[in-house]
């Protein structure tokens, strides 16, 4: 005897009779029309109201002041110490630097030696914007600035140079307040420090004042030995 295998795919014909119930009920409640009315009435009540979304670029985007953008870059003060480019994790800023000498201004002095940016370059089409380069910059010269709009059509110009860099800057929010309470910055402080009044220059060949001989010391009397106990 032969054996009668079941076929193993039931899920359709459930599906399918399920919706044959469910077409059988609704048509016996009435049809589809009373669905299809109160769907009519509920876009018909929406369409009354004021609409919630806004409508770009004719509206702009009210965005928080801190909110991640562009980055702008303040060159003064950057001293190409490599730190950004080194931890940034998509491999996305481009630095080059030279040394340049300065001479010393006293006699007898060293001269110095300070790295000078001749190229700092971003490419936005790698960037995944993480915030790492900012905040390993140990001179504040990296800013994230709200202002997005940068689209380019052509991949190659989401590399910005620095003097786009530089631009971004003016778009940057001030830092926030301090509290009430706070102390204040020392940069601050040492900036409204009044300057030291200049001395009055030595006229020439004026003998330097000399000070009054200090007393000689008077010798101290030598302690008499302690007796050791016996």
């Known amino acids: 005897m032969t054996e009668r295998h079941e076929p193993k795919h039931e899920a359709p014909r459930e599906t399918a009779r399920a919706e044959k119930a469910s077409n059988e009920k609704a048509s016996k409640s009435g049809g589809?029309?009373?669905?299809?009315?109160?769907?009519?009435?509920?876009?018909?009540?929406?369409?009354?109201?004021?609409?919630?979304?806004?409508?770009?670029?004719?509206?702009?985007?009210?965005?928080?002041p801190r909110s991640r953008g562009v980055i702008a870059l303040l060159e003064e003060n950057c001293t190409s110490c490599m730190l950004c480019a080194r931890e940034c994790p998509d491999w996305c800023i481009y630095i080059d630097s030279h040394k340049e000498t300065i001479p010393a201004t006293t006699e007898g002095g060293r001269d110095r030696q300070r790295n000078v940016l001749d190229r700092f370059?971003?490419?936005?089409?790698?960037?995944?914007?993480?915030?790492?380069?900012?905040?390993v910059c140990p001179f504040d010269a990296l800013f994230w600035s709200p202002q997005f709009e940068y689209a380019e059509t052509d991949i190659r110009d989401l590399l910005h140079e620095k003097d786009r860099l530089g631009g971004w800057m003016e778009t940057v929010p001030p830092p926030p307040a301090l509290d009430e309470r706070a102390a204040e910055p020392a940069e601050v402080t040492a900036a409204n420090k009044p300057p030291r009044a200049a001395r009055a220059p030595r006229e020439p060949g004026a003998a330097r004042?000399?000070?009054?001989?200090?007393?000689?010391?008077?010798?101290?009397?030598?302690?008499?030995?302690?007796?050791?106990?016996t």
């Open 32 to 64: 589809l029309l009373p669905g299809i009315l109160k769907g009519l009435a509920t876009t018909a009540k929406t369409a009354t109201q004021r609409t919630h979304t806004h409508e770009y670029p004719d509206v702009a985007p009210d965005l928080p």
């Open 209 to 229: 004042e000399t000070r009054a001989p200090r007393e000689p010391r008077t010798p101290r009397e030598p302690r008499a030995p302690r007796e050791r106990p």
């Open 121 to 135: 370059a971003i490419d936005f089409s790698l960037c995944m914007y993480c915030g790492i380069c900012i905040e």
